[in-house]
C-alpha cells in the first residue's frame, strides 16, 4: 500500500521519518531472459532513469528579459515543454512502465514566471493558484523531485504550498527540523518495478540538498531547519534503503562536484559535494547532479571502499538538457544486483515543445508576460552592462545608487546616520541594458535577475580594502605592457561575474600586473585616503551579506538595516516614483583597472 504523502510530511516542520514513499510499475515490456551457465537461466531487466535539474522557473521556451523566444550562443532551448517531449519519447521508446523521471532541485525561483506566482500572485493567498511548475511537473509525471537552496528563496509557507501541489515528494534527507534533527521532508522515494519473470526491482532515490541554504537563506529558516552535509546524511541513509530491500540505489543531490564551496568555513560542509558523496559512501549506483549549472553527460568515480564505478550525470540547467541513466540488473542468489549503468544527456533544443504543457500554461503564460512589459517610467539614455566586469559602468552605478538611497533614508535619524554609505553591486548579466526611452518591469527584471533582499552591514577602512581586494582577485594577471583583450581579462580561477563586487562611494584603482591580495590601491573616500579606523554603511545584498562567495568580513559585520522586499522591486519602485533615470545623477568613474599605476582603459 502506498503511504499518503500529506500524513508522511505532516503539517508542521518538524514533522519526522521513518518510512518509505512507495510507488508500484506495472508489469515491463523490456526486461528479457536469456540463458546462463548449464541449465541456470539468468534473468536480466533494462531500465532508464530520466533527470532534470535547475529548472529555475522555465516552463516554456521563452526569454522574458527579452520578450522573445529563448536563445543563446549555443542555441539552447529552455523549459518544461520541450522536456516534456523528449520524455514522452524515451517513453515510448523503452516503455513507460520501464522508465522513471526525477529532478535534483532549484525549480521555483529564476524566472520572471516563478516570480509573479511567489509575490505577484502568491500560491498562498487565499485562493492562490496552483503553481506553474508543478502544473506542469505533474502532468510530465515527475516521480521525485530533490530540494535544492532556491526552494527556500521565498519562505517555508510558499514552499510547503508548492510541495503540496506536487503529486510527487520533494526529497531532502538532510534538510532537518532544528530541534529534533529529524526529516523535514521526505529522505527518500522508493518505488517497485515490475518485470516479466515475476521478481521486482524496488529502486531507492535518495534526495539530498544543499547545506550552504542554511547561509542563505537564513532569513527564512533560521531556528526552523538545520542542514547536515551531503557526506554525513548518505552514509547515514543508503545502508537503510540497502537493509529495506533496495536493489538500485540512485542518489537526486543538489550539489555540484567540484569538492569546492562558495561559503569558505561558515560552514562545516561541502558545497558541491556529489563526487565526494560518490567516492565515500558505499553502495550508491548512480547520482543525478545539480547546483552547478554544467553539462556534465557521464563521470565515473570509484568508491574506495567497494572498488564499484558510481555513474554521476548532470543535465545542464532551464531544462537545456534530460539525462538519461540506462541500467541493466540482473538477478543473482535470490536478488537483483546492478550489471551495468551507463548516462549520457539529450539536447532539448532538438524537439518542439509539447502543446499538451504550452496549453495547460497558456493563461499564465499571457498574465506574466503582460505584467513583465508593464512601462513604468523613462531613461535619458541607454545603458549597457557589456563592459560592466572591468569598466565603472553607469549600469552598474545605478543599482548601487538606488541601494544607497534606499539605505539612507531608512537610517535617516537614527544611531547611524551619519556614516558615509556605500554599496555593492554586480554584473548578473553582460547582455542586460536599461534602454533609451520607455523602461519596463522586464527591463529591471533583467538588469537583477535574483530575488536577493538589500541589507546594511558597517564596515571599517581595513575590512573594506580586504573586501576589495578579495573581489580584485576575479581578473587575470596581466603584466604591464602589451595589449590587454577583455575576453581573457576577468573570470580567474573560474570566478563567476555574481562573485565580483564593484563598490559604489570610494574611489580606488585596481592593479592588476600585481599578485591578487595586493592590487587596490589610492582608496579614498571624498578625496581623502581611507584610515584603517574609518568605518562605513555598506550597501549590500543578502546572499553576499549571508557569506555567498565568502568574502571576508561582511557576514559577521553588524547589521544596521534589512528589508524583505526584493532589490528588483527597489529599482522598480525607485523608477516609478522618480519616473526617470538619468545618469548624470549618479555616474562616475569611482574605479578603474591599472597596470603599475597605469590605466588599463
Known amino acids: 500500500m502506498p503511504l499518503d504523502r500529506r500524513k508522511f510530511l505532516g503539517s508542521s516542520v518538524a514533522t519526522g521519518a521513518g518510512a518509505a514513499l512507495v510507488g508500484t510499475a506495472g508489469p515491463s515490456a523490456a526486461a528479457a531472459q536469456v540463458p546462463g551457465g548449464g541449465a541456470q537461466r539468468a534473468q536480466r531487466y533494462s531500465f532508464t532513469v530520466m533527470g532534470t535539474t535547475d529548472l529555475h522557473g522555465n516552463v516554456f521556451n521563452w526569454d522574458y528579459a527579452t520578450d522573445a523566444e529563448f536563445d543563446d550562443k549555443d542555441h539552447n532551448d529552455v523549459g518544461l515543454a520541450k522536456i516534456s517531449t523528449l520524455v514522452r519519447r524515451i517513453r515510448a521508446e523503452r516503455g513507460e512502465r520501464n522508465t522513471l523521471l526525477i529532478d535534483a532541485g532549484d525549480t521555483i525561483q529564476g524566472t520572471q514566471l516563478a516570480y509573479y506566482y511567489a509575490k505577484v500572485d502568491p500560491i498562498t493567498g487565499p485562493n492562490g493558484p496552483v503553481h506553474p511548475m508543478a502544473k506542469a511537473m505533474n502532468a510530465i509525471g515527475y516521480d521525485a523531485a530533490a530540494l535544492g537552496n532556491h526552494e527556500f528563496n521565498y519562505g517555508l509557507s510558499v514552499l510547503r504550498k508548492f510541495e503540496e501541489s506536487c503529486d510527487f515528494p520533494l526529497l531532502g534527507a538532510n534538510a532537518v527540523d532544528a530541534k529534533s534533527l529529524r526529516p523535514a521532508f521526505p529522505p527518500y522515494w522508493m518505488t517497485r518495478l515490475r518485470t516479466p519473470c515475476g521478481r521486482d526491482v524496488k529502486v531507492a ?25 551531503l557526506e554525513e546524511q548518505a552514509a547515514k541513509w543508503v545502508p537503510k534503503l540497502r537493509s529495506m530491500g533496495a536493489d538500485v540505489v540512485i542518489v537526486s543531490a543538489h550539489s555540484g562536484t567540484s569538492g569546492t564551496s562558495s561559503y569558505g568555513d561558515q560552514l562545516p560542509y561541502v558545497e558541491n559535494a556529489a563526487a565526494l558523496v560518490a567516492e565515500r559512501v558505499p553502495g550508491i549506483d548512480a547520482i543525478l547532479v545539480g547546483h552547478a549549472h554544467v553539462e556534465v553527460p557521464e563521470r565515473r568515480v570509484v568508491n574506495r571502499a567497494t572498488g564499484r564505478e558510481v555513474v554521476l550525470s ?6 537545456q538538457r534530460l539525462t538519461l541513466f540506462d541500467f541493466e540488473v540482473v538477478r543473482s542468489r535470490g536478488r537483483w544486483a546492478v550489471e551495468s549503468v551507463s548516462a549520457k544527456v539529450l539536447n532539448s533544443n532538438t ?3 509539447d502543446p499538451r504543457i504550452t496549453r495547460l500554461l497558456r493563461t499564465e503564460q499571457r498574465k506574466v508576460v503582460a505584467y513583465v512589459n508593464q512601462v513604468i517610467g523613462r531613461s535619458k539614455t541607454e545603458m549597457t552592462a557589456a563592459e560592466a566586469p572591468y569598466k565603472d559602468t553607469p549600469v552598474l552605478e545605478f543599482i548601487a545608487h538606488v541601494q544607497a538611497e534606499a539605505v539612507r533614508k531608512a537610517l535617516a535619524g537614527g544611531e547611524f546616520a551619519k556614516l558615509p554609505v556605500l554599496s555593492q553591486a554586480s554584473c548578473f548579466s553582460r547582455t542586460a541594458a536599461v534602454p533609451a526611452g520607455a523602461v519596463t518591469i522586464r527591463a529591471m527584471a533583467a538588469l537583477y535577475p535574483f530575488d536577493n533582499t538589500l541589507e546594511a552591514r558597517v564596515l571599517t577602512g581595513k575590512q573594506l580594502r580586504e573586501y576589495l581586494e578579495f573581489s580584485a582577485r576575479y581578473y587575470v594577471r596581466t603584466p604591464a605592457g602589451g595589449p590587454v583583450d577583455p575576453a581573457k581579462l576577468t573570470n580567474a580561477e573560474g570566478i563567476p561575474d555574481y562573485n565580483y563586487d564593484a563598490v559604489s562611494g570610494v574611489s580606488y584603482e585596481i592593479d592588476i600586473a600585481r599578485e591578487p591580495g595586493q592590487r587596490i590601491a589610492k582608496l579614498s573616500f571624498e578625496g581623502k585616503p581611507v584610515a584603517d579606523d574609518a568605518r562605513f554603511v555598506l550597501a549590500v545584498n543578502n546572499y553576499r551579506a549571508g557569506g555567498g562567495g565568502n568574502f571576508p568580513h561582511v557576514a559577521k559585520a553588524q547589521q544596521v538595516w534589512s528589508t524583505s522586499e526584493e532589490i528588483r522591486n527597489v529599482i522598480i519602485g525607485w523608477v516609478k516614483e522618480t519616473g526617470e533615470i538619468d545618469e548624470a545623477r549618479f555616474a562616475s568613474v569611482g574605479w578603474r583597472l591599472t597596470r603599475d599605476g597605469v590605466p588599463v582603459f
Open 314 to 319: 548532470e543535465p545542464l540547467k532551464w531544462g
Open 205 to 229: 532515490v535518495l534526495g539530498l540538498t544543499n547545506p550552504g541554504i542554511a547561509i542563505w537563506d537564513k532569513a527564512h529558516v533560521q531556528g526552523k531547519l538545520a542542514f547536515p552535509g
Open 351 to 353: 524537439v518542439p515543445e
